[in-house]
T-cell receptor, first 115, second 114 residues
Framework: DAGVTQSPTHLIKTRGQHVTLRCSPISGHKSVSWYQQVLGQGPQFIFQ???????GRGNFPDRFSARQFPNYSSELNVNALLLGDSALYLC??????????????FGPGTRLLVL | KQEVTQIPAALSVPEGENLVLNCSFT??????LQWFRQDPGKGLTSLLLIQSSQREQTSGRLNASLDKSSGRSTLYIAASQPGDSATYLCAVREYGGATNKLIFGTGTLLAVQP
């Protein structure tokens, strides 16, 4: 079985632009979460979606939005990019919404550089 | 507010040595703790998941322990190899809330010298 996949792997944008990142969870997993990892830090929670509904949002501005599709894949959108948005964006999938008692599996990430 | 701390921030050891990585958390109300490995510029690979009711988990040369009451976890790596060089992250899943949000430490960068 394929693991969590993300696209693109790398992306370079300029300030003020918009970006869309994509994630496909492990087959059978219905929950997708997004994390931002700035260099030298641990990942920070951005969103969780389960069964196409937003289940949680971290402390990120409204420029960040996401959605989940009927096949459980997900998109993360960031508007009006700032230099500080440069980071590795990670997607994680799990079967349940709560994550209690189960491992969460992460994708390889999308490296975003904002110039 | 839950805070997760990992000490040391970086560690260099010779090949073959046994080593311990530390993770501490401020609020003991957790469902589980997960250890991950991250290679430079890459995603996270899950190593071990310890439920709050468990004391330890083992996988090959790795052993993770959990002392929830004291807010501590350790990852023991036996007979280290150069291929173990990576950043190791711990993360906790807190009680409550409708999400499966993980709270991460900042990681320990491990270098195993051949």
């Amino acid at each position: 079985d394929a693991g969590v996949t993300q696209s693109p792997t790398h992306l370079i944008k300029t300030r003020g632009q918009h970006v869309t990142l994509r994630c496909s969870p492990i087959s059978g997993h219905k929950s997708v979460s997004w994390y931002q990892q700035v260099l030298g830090q641990g990942p920070q929670f951005i969103f969780q979606y389960y069964e196409k509904e937003e289940r949680g949002r971290g402390n990120f501005p409204d420029r960040f939005s996401a959605r989940q599709f009927p096949n459980y894949s997900s998109e993360l959108n960031v508007n009006a990019l700032l230099l500080g948005d440069s980071a590795l964006y990670l997607c994680a999938s799990s079967f349940t919404s709560s994550g209690v008692g189960e491992t969460q599996y992460f994708g390889p990430g999308t490296r975003l550089l904002v110039l | 507010k839950q805070e997760v701390t990992q000490i040391p921030a970086a560690l260099s050891v010779p090949e073959g040595e046994n080593l311990v990585l530390n993770c501490s958390f401020t609020d003991s109300a957790i469902y589980n703790l997960q250890w991950f490995r991250q290679d430079p510029g890459k995603g996270l690979t899950s190593l071990l998941l310890i439920q709050s009711s468990q004391r330890e988990q083992t996988s090959g040369r790795l052993n993770a322990s959990l002392d929830k009451s004291s807010g501590r976890s350790t990852l023991y790596i036996a007979a280290s190899q150069p291929g173990d060089s990576a950043t190791y992250l711990c993360a906790v899943r807190e009680y409550g809330g409708a999400t499966n949000k993980l709270i991460f430490g900042t990681g320990t960068l491990l270098a195993v010298q051949p």
